[in-house]
């Protein structure tokens, strides 16, 4: 916690009552639960189309690199694209990665998206980056050659339009046609330790996990802001619930 | 399985939607942003912008347009046409494009590939490649060189070997026009398209000649394609997108429906 509120001050040149909102969480969420989701902004990557999508649903948000803003939201939403070394090191350089952490902990609800997914793993092969570890398990490449089960040989990156098995229906999945198709764009993906953190599984070659979730986390390896009105009814779900 | 994506084409001069024949003639036919929504609504997979305003004073026209674009429609977009440097790539993707595509600035200097990769990240640079077949000699062994100034100024540079650097520098797909095919509705360049697409692994985009669903259909079997970037096909209302994904849906090629 002091480590923590010490970094918020170098970061917003004032004091943040961290200790003081995290106190209050052990009676009721709703003391610091502003209505308000707070969109991490973390360099990597273009945030704006997440902006744009979750504003054009009718929802505020802001984006923010301060950890009061992480701290005190109702629901936060993790993107990126990049490279996770990179994010890694600007999460911890900033203690934003305890931030993020110590929100999880709250029992809000937390969206990661695509990069943001990956680092709330425990490592990832890229670079042999050492991750937040809020979920169990790790993210690994694509294997290459990487062959569909008619021999073709597919690409890597896994970019474009691909479908979500989804056996048992998420919350936030409410409302979404299971044929439905989600934009991804990722040359790594996630591998949980445990199955029952897969929410989805999509096929490239390899069927990976698409959609995570643990307690009040869930987590896409594709981009809902990208992927059309399943992927906007995707969000609403997450922003409305 | 991934799908195959249909990828329309806007060329925009000024901010109007315009379309011309072998880079020659343009008309104009509509609003850019209102056009965009139509086709997101339809089922394009993907739009792409190509701004062929000549003048440079009138570029910010097209930033304007990149912007509202964003907050309009919810898939992928790209832009690309007279991006010169890394900050004229910024500027897009900041307006809200996910992707930005450089094609005669990164032969004249392909470093704006790495440097566009290292700051943004691979998948926002498409390369976009013109592309003309000629003789094969030395310096062109695939008998494919790359061309500028819509086709006017041979490079001396084979495609493929052009293709690979461009991979090799961090481009994260790579849009392939043939010239020679370009507007004349008789088909995609099979040839050129299959051989560019084994061998890079990044995703090749067949654009230029598309006139029906069959020539769609070839490029992203035979041709080996990713995607096909289709315009005046959709644009005077030919075929429309979901007559093309049917068409290919019936042939056993993955394409997106919307629900």
Redesign the interface.
């Known amino acids: 916690m002091h480590l923590i509120q010490s970094k918020s001050e170098r970061l917003n040149g004032k004091v943040v009552p961290s200790p003081f909102l995290v106190k209050l969480d052990l009676f009721s969420r709703k003391c610091y639960a502003y209505g308000m989701l707070s969109i991490i902004d973390y360099k990597a ?2 945030l ?2 997440v902006v ?2 979750v504003r ?1 649903l009718g929802f505020e948000c802001r984006v923010t690199r301060s950890i009061n803003d992480i701290l005190s939201a109702e629901r936060v939403i993790f993107p990126g ?3 996770a070394r990179q994010a890694m090191e600007d999460l911890e350089e900033t203690g934003i990665d305890e931030a993020i952490r110590e929100f999880c902990a709250s029992g809000r609800p937390f969206l990661g998206i695509c990069l943001g997914t990956q680092i709330i793993l425990e490592k990832s092969e890229e670079l042999d980056t050492r991750c937040l570890g809020l979920i169990r398990g790790e993210v690994i490449r694509f294997p ?1 050659p990487l062959l ?1 089960d008619t021999g073709e040989r ?10 979500v098995e989804f056996p048992e229906r998420h919350p936030v999945l409410k409302g979404i ?1 299971p ?3 989600f ?3 990722h040359s790594y993906y996630p591998v949980p330790v445990s199955e029952k953190a897969i929410v989805g599984t999509t ?2 070659g390899i069927a990976f996990a698409s959609i995570l979730e643990q307690d009040n986390i869930i987590a896409t390896q594709f981009h809902p ?8 009814e995707f969000l609403k779900n997450f922003c409305g619930t | 399985m991934l799908s195959k994506r249909i990828i329309v084409c806007l060329d925009v001069r000024e901010g109007k939607t315009t379309k011309g024949i072998k880079f020659k003639d343009n008309i104009d036919i509509g609003d850019p942003v209102e056009m965009a929504r139509r086709y997101y609504e339809a089922g394009a997979d993907e739009i792409v912008f190509y701004d062929i305003t000549a003048s440079h004073e009138k570029r910010d026209i097209m930033i304007d347009v990149v912007t509202r674009v964003a907050g309009t429609i919810f898939i992928p977009f790209s832009v690309g046409g007279g991006i010169r440097t890394v900050q004229d790539m910024r500027n897009v993707l900041l307006a809200g494009a996910e992707k930005v595509s450089v094609n005669s600035a990164a032969v004249k200097d392909p470093a704006i590939i790495a440097d566009g990769a290292r700051a943004f990240g691979s998948q926002c640079v498409v390369l976009g490649m013109d592309v003309k077949q000629v003789e094969k000699i030395e310096q062109i062994p695939s008998g494919y060189e790359i061309v500028i100034n819509g086709g006017r100024t041979h490079m001396g540079i084979d495609a493929l070997a052009w293709a690979q650097k461009a991979e090799r520098l961090g481009a994260g797909e790579i849009c392939l026009n043939s010239i020679d095919a370009d507007g004349a509705k008789e088909g995609y360049e099979m040839t050129l398209t299959r051989m560019i697409s084994e061998h890079v692994s990044i995703p090749v985009i067949a654009s230029g000649g598309a006139g029906s669903p069959q020539h769609i259909c070839d490029v992203l079997t035979e041709g080996k394609a990713d995607a096909g970037l289709v315009a005046s096909i959709v644009h005077y209302g030919t075929y429309s997108i979901k007559q093309i994904k049917h068409f290919l849906g019936e042939r056993n090629v993955p394409v997106r429906t919307v629900w």
């Open positions: 990557g273009n704006a189309s744009r999508a054009y694209v990049g490279s290459e569909s597919l690409k890597v990156p896994h970019m474009g339009w691909n479908r046609d044929r439905s198709e934009y991804f764009v096929t490239h802001e990208k992927s059309g009105r399943p992927g906007l």
